[in-house]
């Protein structure tokens, strides 16, 4: 599996540290970056390029996921949900790691490096992998509900309001 990395300058030791751990667990890591340290630099671009790619991959049938680090987290996620086709969750503890896969068929977690110690993001990030979409019917209409609407902005049999 190909696994797409990237962070902000808040995350760069903490996503160096879990991709050694990721390529020993056998995983063929893409770094989007940043290269180096940079107090100002900005997270949308690297964030993006990784979602960039596990949707690629994905439309190449390439198995994949992505990892996004920030400080918090949230902006990553922001910056990840919004290339077509990604479903990034915002993951903190055990249970949103793993619901993410389970419910929601995430292709991209976002971990905040500032809020937790390294041992537990690698543990997030196993759990994540580790655990497969179950495919049940509530889950794959739901899914299927939020990718018609990143399409076309409707959902079917459903009022959708508009700005």
């Known amino acids: ?5 990237a962070t902000d300058h808040a995350g760069l030791e ?4 879990l991709q050694q751990h990721l390529r020993d667990r056998g995983f063929e890591v893409i770094d989007h970056g940043p290269a180096e340290y940079d107090a100002l630099d900005d997270y949308p671009s690297f964030c993006i390029n990784a979602a960039l790619g ?3 991959d994905e439309r190449d049938g390439v198995p994949a996921l992505g990892v996004v680090f920030g400080g918090s987290g949230n902006g990553e996620q922001m910056a990840a949900n919004k290339v077509e ?3 990034a969750a915002l993951v903190w503890n055990d249970s949103t790691a793993e619901l993410a896969r389970e419910h929601n068929n995430a292709n991209v977690i976002s971990i905040g490096a500032r809020q937790h110690p390294v041992e537990d993001a690698i543990r997030f990030i196993d759990l994540f ?7 049940d ?24 309001d508009q700005l």
């Open 129 to 135: 992998i580790d655990t497969p979409f179950s495919g």
């Open 137 to 160: 019917e509530r889950h794959v209409r739901r899914i299927n509900q939020l990718g018609e609407y990143e399409r076309t902005g409707a959902i079917a049999g459903k009022q959708v």
């Open 54 to 56: 596990v949707a690629r």
């Open 85 to 87: 086709g990604i479903r």
């Open 14 to 17: 903490f996503s160096q540290q």
């Open 1 to 5: 599996m190909r696994l797409h990395v």
